[in-house]
């Protein structure tokens, strides 16, 4: 990496900024400033850092080669705006903010200063700062932007241990898409899966322990075998009885539950074709039943 490159410069000392703060120094890099919204967040991480902070960005991004901003993805526009405006941005730095769904195009300010623009979206949950840093290694990381700003994002990705994979602006919608469906409407099956032990009696602790053993060997399922050999279960053993059994029990609870079964009873189908497990009439037949066209009982 360009030595100008390892000189950064943190806009935003939240969960993001923190975790690849540390990340960025314990690969080598010198963080030469830190800036947030309010003085505590700054101080914090500044403090632990052993940086400069401030809460006004434009005075630590003249020094840094590289501006990682690091804001919520409604407030990156106007950061950009508001650094470019008091003289921020320099020719030759990469700034790049962290957003799944916003495009680097929203940098356009900096790229005007003559700076290369990029989005690097590590795809992980940053819920603790500390979790995160152990679990950044190996991370994946959406990248787009301008072709140098993209082929400088790549590298600083790869400084951190992780693997840029390079996401089509057009294409930017989806991917973000993807990444929700497989962190939060994770979590959203899972409260779901509780729920309904609720409904047996299981204290949420207790739903959440008993399940976290068959989650986690299905995830190592997935790692294992592939997404569609993976899948187990009433559907790839077309056991229509076991369903309608579901379906009669969800039907009864009148929060909603059923509808989710349902849809994703219905998108299992799919998958168990794909495994061969089913056959066309087998599939239309499923089909049906989860979309409440067969008799429920
Ligand atoms: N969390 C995730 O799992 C995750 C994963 C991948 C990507 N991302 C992306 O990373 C970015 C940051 O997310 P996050 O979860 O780290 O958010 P966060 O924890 O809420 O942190 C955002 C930080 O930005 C600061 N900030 C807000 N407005 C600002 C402004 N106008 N000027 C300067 N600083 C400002 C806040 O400052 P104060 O604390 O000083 O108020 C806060 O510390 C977002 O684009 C998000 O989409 C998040």
């Known amino acids: 990496m360009p030595d100008n490159d390892r000189k950064v410069c943190i806009i935003g000392a939240g969960r993001v900024g923190s975790t690849l703060a540390l ?11 830190v800036a947030s919204r309010s003085e505590q967040s700054a101080r914090r991480l500044g403090e632990r850092l052993g940086c400069p902070f401030t809460v006004r960005p434009a005075e630590c991004t003249r020094n840094a080669g ?12 106007a950061v950009a705006a508001a650094i470019q405006s008091r003289g921020g941005f320099a020719a030759g730095q990469l700034v790049a903010h962290t957003s799944g769904a916003t495009p680097a195009e929203v940098l356009a300010p900096a790229r005007a200063d003559g700076a290369a623009i990029a989005s690097i979206h590590p795809l992980q949950s940053f819920a603790d700062v500390e979790a995160a840093l152990e679990r950044l290694p190996g991370c994946y990381f959406g990248v787009e932007g301008d072709p140098a700003g993209v082929s400088r994002a ?32 994770l979590v959203a099956v899972i409260h779901l899966a509780t729920e309904l032990l609720g409904r047996c009696g299981w204290s949420r602790t207790d739903a959440l322990k008993a399940l976290a053993p068959l989650v986690d060997g299905t995830r190592e399922n997935l790692r294992d075998l592939g997404v569609v050999r993976a899948l187990t279960g009433p559907v790839v053993r077309d056991d229509r009885s076991t369903l309608k059994w579901h379906l009669a029990a969800l039907a009864r609870l009148d929060d909603g539950y059923e509808g989710v079964y349902r849809a994703l009873g219905a998108y299992t189908v799919g998958i168990a074709r794909e495994q061969n497990a089913l056959g066309a009439v ?3 037949e499923l089909t049906a039943l989860f979309e ?6």
């Not at 590289?66 to 526009?77: A, F, M, S, Y």
């Not at 409440?292 to 009982?297: A, E, I, K």
């Open 23 to 33: 990340a960025l120094r314990r690969a080598g890099c010198e963080i030469v400033g």
């Open 66 to 77: 590289v501006v990682l901003i690091t804001v919520p993805d409604r407030e990156i526009g």
């Open 154 to 185: 790549r590298r600083l990705v790869e400084d951190l241990g992780g693997v840029p994979l390079e996401v089509n602006v057009v294409d930017k919608a989806l991917y973000h898409a993807a990444a929700c469906v497989a962190s939060n409407y």
């Open 282 to 284: 087998q599939a239309r």
């Open 292 to 297: 409440g066209v067969l008799d429920r009982g």
